[in-house]
Each structure stands twice: as C-alpha cells, then as structure tokens.
C-alpha cells in the first residue's frame, strides 16, 4: 500500500530555514518522479517543486533560489529544503508521486514574527 507522511512544519520567522521530509512506504522514491505541492487558506493547491526519476529538478519561480528538493533513497525519503522563508510562504504542505496520488495528510509551515 502507497504512503507518504510529511513531516518537519512548524513555526519560523520571516528570513528563517525549514527542512520537510516525505517518508514514503509502498514503493521506492528511487528513479521515481516526486513533487512537492502547497495549499494555503483560500487558494489552490499549487505545485512548488518536482523532482524526475533522475535528477532534473524544476521549481515554480517564487520559490526557485529558495527552495531545493531532494531525496535519500537509502532513506526512501523526499525533502524539501525552504531558506528565506517569507510569509507568503505560510501553507500546507504536501508530496506526492508523479503522476499524481493519493494526498497524505500534509505538513504545516507557518512563516511569522
């Protein structure tokens, strides 16, 4: 059965650093493409960064220079590093296979002073 928990939110300040993991069970993040979506109150769920099976990354632009995803295969784990995190940042945040499937339950990061 395919899983995925997200974990790692929480409260930062404006300029401050966060690390999300998505622990994945069900299948191996190895040469599998993943992404990295976020939702924040009142809008869609947007795409924020994407890994392919290799190792071509994209990032949506207001994140890009911010943000690095990545995985650890040994781990079986995606991550997200965020840097410089702004306000507008503030969101759930979700991984998830691609294409896309089931959603987990989502990581909060609330970026504040």
């Known amino acids: 059965q395919v899983q995925l928990v997200e974990s790692g939110g929480g409260l930062v300040q404006p300029g401050g650093s966060l690390t999300l993991s998505c622990a994945a069970s069900?299948?191996?993040?190895?040469?599998?493409?993943m992404v990295w979506y976020r939702q924040a109150p009142g809008k869609q769920r947007e795409l924020v960064a994407s890994i392919t099976s290799g190792t071509n990354t994209y990032y949506y632009d207001l994140v890009e220079g911010r943000f690095t995803i990545s995985r650890d295969n040994a781990k079986n784990t995606l991550y997200l590093q965020m840097n410089s995190l702004k306000p507008e940042d503030t969101a759930v945040y979700y991984c998830?296979?691609?294409?896309?499937?089931?959603w987990g339950q989502g990581t909060q990061v609330t970026v504040s002073s």
């Open positions: 998830n296979t691609y294409p896309i499937g089931a």
């Open positions: 069900g299948f191996f993040v190895a040469g599998k493409a």
